[in-house]
């Protein structure tokens, strides 16, 4: 009876929430790899230096898009620590990317790659969906996701066998040669898709609750008797005043705090200009931004080139280094390349299990009335 029950709740449940979960399950596929994509797609426009030509300075750099920009007052650049890779700035929202020897502009915007990977983000998290109904999609991903745990956990017990053996198990465990027809085969590749992507799941499952839900949120931080902190829109001056520091200056200081903090393999240096009066913002990442723990924030006085602040990953609180682990743990990038891997074979596998489900509930629930006509 008790199995009847948990069989009937999992099946209705599946159908009910299966297009959501394949959407979601899709999407997380397609961006396993996002930031090397990413990456890739930038370096398609690296140049390497003619002879005796110099590398672009940052203040040259933040000056060709400040012309184009001249009421802007918040801007980015990011080097990255090759010689040959363009140069992305940032003015605002509009985003350029600039050669770095001619300081051509190679680029305005994102590209199509790169757009069509924020669009599947955005279907990712929300179904794509702009405007009123974006909170309703929300709440459809959020609860959709929710129940996506309840049936990994009612099918992991209706996975196991009404009798222990070996051969049953192996039966659940592994693809089988041949089938006696294709519903043996959905009903084979369903339980061993369900075993083995089980367990990373579970995690990936588990932790974007914390994005999708408050108390999600408030538990893991009260699980370190923290509060979550209230998200503050940052208010960047209304006028931005130059250090007597040219900018340059103050990322070579960047530098050399890098090189003498064992940071001088850092992959990219962000510059943040206008968050605040008096001081720059550099983000020293030492990979390609999917692993904090190996990043820091350095703050300069613009005037002096004096350290004001430096806040690395473990100067954050316990809370908020427990939600950004939940957050890495989710793409799998916690673990880098092998991690994200996982957690993208382990997508995959969610949608065969969708795939096979829905067979197999088709077969149930609907071939039968075909059959009595």
Same mark, same amino acid.
């Given at each position: 009876?008790?199995?009847?029950?948990?069989?009937?709740?999992?099946?209705?449940?599946?159908?009910?929430?299966?297009?959501?979960?394949?959407?979601?399950?899709?999407?997380?596929?397609?961006?396993?790899?996002?930031?090397?994509?990413?990456?890739?797609?930038?370096?398609?426009?690296?140049?390497?230096?003619?002879?005796?030509? #110099?590398?672009?300075?940052?203040?040259?750099?933040?000056?060709?898009?400040?012309?184009?920009?001249?009421?802007?007052?918040?801007?980015?650049?990011?080097?990255?620590?090759?010689?040959?890779?363009?140069? =992305?700035?940032?003015?605002?929202?509009?985003?350029?990317?600039?050669?770095?020897?001619?300081?051509?502009?190679? #680029?305005?915007?994102?590209?199509?790659?790169?757009?069509?990977?924020?669009?599947?983000?955005?279907?990712?998290?929300?179904?794509?969906?702009?405007?009123? @109904? @974006?909170?309703?999609?929300?709440?459809?991903?959020?609860?959709?996701?929710?129940?996506?745990?309840?049936?990994?956990?009612?099918?992991?017990?209706?996975?196991? =066998?009404?009798?222990?053996?070996?051969?049953?198990?192996?039966?659940?465990?592994?693809?089988?040669? #041949?089938?006696?027809?294709?519903?043996? $085969?959905?009903?084979?590749?369903?339980?061993?898709?369900?075993?083995?992507?089980?367990? =990373?799941?579970?995690?990936?499952?588990?932790?974007?609750?914390?994005?999708?839900?408050?108390?999600?949120?408030?538990?893991?931080?009260?699980?370190?008797?923290?509060?979550? =902190?209230?998200?503050?829109?940052?208010?960047?001056?209304?006028?931005?005043?130059?250090?007597?520091?040219?900018?340059?200056?103050?990322?070579?200081?960047?530098?050399?705090?890098?090189?003498?903090?064992?940071? @001088?393999?850092?992959?990219?240096?962000?510059?943040?200009?206008?968050?605040?009066?008096?001081?720059?913002?550099?983000?020293?990442?030492?990979?390609?931004?999917?692993?904090?723990?190996?990043?820091?924030?350095?703050?300069?006085?613009?005037?002096?080139?004096?350290?004001?602040?430096?806040?690395?990953?473990?100067?954050?609180?316990?809370?908020?280094?427990?939600?950004?682990?939940? $957050?890495?743990?989710?793409?799998?990038?916690?673990?880098?390349?092998?991690? @994200?891997?996982?957690?993208?074979?382990?997508?995959?596998?969610?949608?065969?299990?969708?795939?096979?489900?829905?067979?197999?509930?088709?077969?149930?629930?609907?071939?039968?009335?075909?059959?009595?006509?």
């Amino acid at each position: 009876m008790f199995r009847n029950i948990i069989f009937w709740s999992h099946l209705v449940v599946g159908v009910s929430v299966g297009i959501i979960v394949f959407i979601m399950s899709a999407t997380g596929v397609l961006l396993t790899y996002e930031k090397q994509i990413i990456e890739w797609d930038e370096s398609r426009h690296s140049v390497l230096p003619q002879i005796n030509e #110099q590398k672009l300075t940052t203040d040259e750099v933040l000056n060709i898009v400040r012309q184009k920009h001249p009421d802007e007052h918040h801007f980015y650049v990011r080097w990255v620590n090759r010689v040959d890779r363009p140069i =992305p700035v940032w003015a605002g929202d509009q985003r350029y990317l600039i050669s770095p020897y001619s300081g051509q502009i190679v #680029q305005i915007g994102q590209s199509w790659l790169v757009e069509s990977l924020h669009w599947i983000t955005e279907l990712h998290r929300w179904l794509a969906i702009e405007g009123k @109904q @974006q909170a309703i999609a929300k709440s459809i991903t959020a609860y959709s996701n929710l129940l996506f745990l309840f049936l990994i956990v009612s099918g992991s017990y209706l996975w196991l =066998p009404r009798s222990f053996s070996l051969p049953s198990l192996k039966a659940n465990l592994l693809f089988k040669r #041949q089938y006696k027809n294709r519903q043996s $085969r959905h009903f084979n590749w369903h339980h061993v898709f369900g075993f083995w992507a089980m367990a =990373p799941l579970i995690v990936i499952v588990c932790t974007a609750t914390v994005f999708h839900f408050s108390w999600a949120t408030e538990t893991l931080y009260n699980a370190f008797n923290e509060q979550p =902190p209230q998200r503050k829109k940052n208010v960047a001056p209304e006028v931005l005043i130059d250090g007597r520091q040219s900018y340059q200056t103050l990322f070579n200081a960047a530098q050399r705090h890098a090189d003498e903090n064992g940071a @001088q393999d850092w992959y990219s240096m962000w510059l943040e200009m206008g968050s605040e009066s008096g001081q720059v913002r550099f983000y020293i990442d030492r990979s390609i931004g999917n692993q904090p723990d190996v990043a820091y924030s350095l703050y300069l006085d613009s005037d002096t080139a004096d350290v004001v602040k430096i806040k690395r990953h473990s100067d954050w609180s316990r809370g908020d280094q427990a939600w950004d682990v939940a $957050r890495y743990l989710h793409t799998g990038e916690y673990f880098g390349v092998i991690g @994200q891997t996982i957690a993208g074979l382990a997508s995959l596998a969610s949608c065969f299990l969708v795939y096979t489900g829905f067979l197999l509930s088709w077969r149930r629930l609907v071939s039968p009335y075909f059959r009595r006509l």
